[in-house]
């Protein structure tokens, strides 16, 4: 009969062990994370941030045009947007009661005509009766009241004639200058009254943009009102900034939003591509509560242990290090630093929220163009 071999202790034994050795050892350790983030170099603000506001290109005078009578519209004449020409009609009413009107004043006219004539003519007669003794002067005195009363009717059938004569041609509503309809308030069919605004005419000529400040800022803006380039302005799109004259700020804030609506002329030669009714910004120097300071964008500011912090790069070794900074003002997108920082220094705005200290970074732009350099 066959025997079973066993295999060596010696070897057992060699397995064993192997198999601990390859149990117990550790895992290689991954290399460090390096953060791509975004950096600013800094430099002094000298006590002042800018504010940029959100405005409106309109016409220095727009007009809210209606009607002096009322009346049912019958036919309106331009659309919004068009482009009129000063005494154009606009609207037009149903003048058939006006005319009508017109009508009974002329009536009331001739007949006025025809009794000043006779009381002239009475008069004229009782002069030369009383001339020759027939009537006493009581009955002249009489004729020539009558006379002056007849008079003073004529004069008063020819106003009212001119008045309804007037309001027979109010029926056409006509444009007060050549400008843009920018607004239509009326269809035809429509009954309006004396004095409802139909539509809004924007005047050709002088442009402002108009824009509004918070209520804190009213002090700051209101002495900026004509001086020169005080305030810089671009139109939707455009990259460039200029420099244009604040040239009315309300005495007063809007009692709903609390702010005060300021204006700025545009209406120059170098705003020739701003056109009515487009978007627009405006950006204007607003002082700080301390005379000096550094600017950051908000997100290079976040809370550590209680406490303000920027991470700080140092440019030889590519880490960064939290530093504790004493904030002043908050405007916008922008803080500002009073204490902590100074002139030079390199800090994290984009990215700073992930960073622990000593962590080895390297700049967004160079992470970039290693992204998109060739492979081989």
């Known amino acids: 009969m066959n025997t079973l071999r066993w295999p060596p202790v010696a070897l057992i034994f060699s397995l064993v062990a192997a198999s ?14 390096v953060r ?37 519209v019958t036919r309106r004449l331009v659309e919004l947007g068009q482009h009129v020409q000063a005494g154009q009609a606009l609207v037009q009413l149903d003048p058939q009661d006006l005319k009508l009107g017109e009508d009974v004043a002329r009536a009331g ?71 843009v309809i920018t607004s239509v308030d009326v269809e035809p ?18 442009r402002d943009v108009v824009f509004a400040v918070p209520e804190d800022l ?21 990259a460039d900034w200029l420099n244009a004259t604040v040239r009315e700020v309300a005495a007063a804030t809007d009692p709903v939003t609390r702010t005060y609506l300021a204006k700025a002329d545009v209406s120059g030669t170098a705003f020739a591509t ?9 950006q204007m120097r607003v002082p700080t509560r301390v005379a000096v300071g550094l600017q950051l964008p908000l997100p290079a500011v976040v809370e550590r242990d209680g406490k303000s912090v920027v991470w700080v790069l140092d440019p030889a070794s590519m880490t960064v290090q939290p530093q504790v900074v004493v904030t002043a003002d908050v405007l916008g997108n922008v803080v500002q630093v009073a204490r902590g920082l100074k002139a030079g220094q390199e800090v994290v705005t984009a990215g700073a929220h992930v960073l622990q200290p000593g962590q080895k970074v390297r700049r967004f732009q160079e992470a970039a163009a290693a992204a998109s350099a060739p492979r081989s």
């Open 20 to 33: 601990m050795l390859v149990a117990c050892s550790k895992p290689a350790e991954a290399p460090p994370v």
């Open 274 to 282: 701003f056109e009515l009714g487009q978007t627009a910004s405006v």
């Open 36 to 72: 791509s983030v975004r950096t600013l170099v800094l430099a002094e603000s000298a006590g002042a941030l800018s504010r940029e506001f959100a405005a409106e290109v309109r016409a220095r005078t727009e007009s809210r045009l209606g009607f002096r009578v009322g009346g049912k």
């Open 218 to 238: 009213g002090a700051v803006v209101r002495p900026l009102a004509g001086k020169p380039g005080a305030v810089q302005v671009r139109r939707w799109g455009a």
């Open 109 to 179: 006219l001739a007949t006025a005509e025809a009794q000043a004539a006779q009381a002239a003519a009475d008069l004229r007669r009782f002069k030369e009766l009383r001339a020759q003794g027939f009537i006493s002067e009581a009955e002249l005195e009489r004729h020539s009241t009558n006379e002056r009363a007849a008079q003073a009717a004529l004069r008063q059938a020819r106003a009212q004639t001119g008045v309804q004569a007037n309001q027979a041609s109010y029926a056409v509503l006509t444009a007060t200058a050549a400008g």
């Open 189 to 206: 069919g429509q009954v309006v009254a004396a004095g409802l605004p139909v539509l809004t005419l924007a005047h050709d000529g002088a």
